[in-house]
């Protein structure tokens, strides 16, 4: 039963470092978007403003790709968590072609409650901030 937990545990030490790396963009992404907020308030021009999505993007794609790798990685966790001690492998192989569902997607991950409930509002109000400035 030990090499089942040795293997769990860094299978979790994967998972635990996905969700704060997920963590971590969200701040980042609202940092990046404010201080470009920041520096077009000096200039009004319009170009600074429309840039603001070009983070938006970026950052929501990215976050997509850990989610993924996250929710990968949760389903090498419950097949190791199955597997008999003796068949243990420590293998760390967690990839779309093993374990890809319609829920282990790029686009599921896209489209997740998760991303999409902070990245749309984020949208939103930069699309807000940026007609409320032009008006």
């Known amino acids: 039963m030990e090499k089942k937990m040795q293997h769990l545990q860094m ?3 994967v998972i635990t470092r996905m969700a704060n790396n ?11 978007i404010a201080g470009i907020f920041a520096l077009a308030s000096k200039d009004t021009n319009k170009f600074y403003f429309i840039i603001v999505y070009i983070p938006v993007i970026a950052f929501w ?17 419950d ?12 293998s760390m192989k967690a990839t779309t ?16 409650k ?16 940026i007609i409320i400035t032009h008006i």
């Not at 989610?67 to 090498?76: F, V």
């Open 11 to 13: 299978i979790q030490d």
């Open 79 to 90: 097949k190791v968590r199955q597997t008999a001690e003796a068949d243990i492998d420590f």
């Open 97 to 112: 072609t093993v374990f890809g569902s319609k829920t282990n997607s790029f686009w599921s991950c896209l489209k997740s």
């Open 114 to 129: 998760t991303e999409f409930g902070f990245y749309f509002p984020l949208t939103v109000a930069c699309t807000a901030i």
């Open 61 to 77: 794609a990215l976050d997509s790709y850990y989610l993924l790798q996250e929710r990968l990685y949760r389903a090498l966790y």
């Open 22 to 32: 997920s963590f971590m963009l969200k701040g980042w992404a609202v940092t990046l």
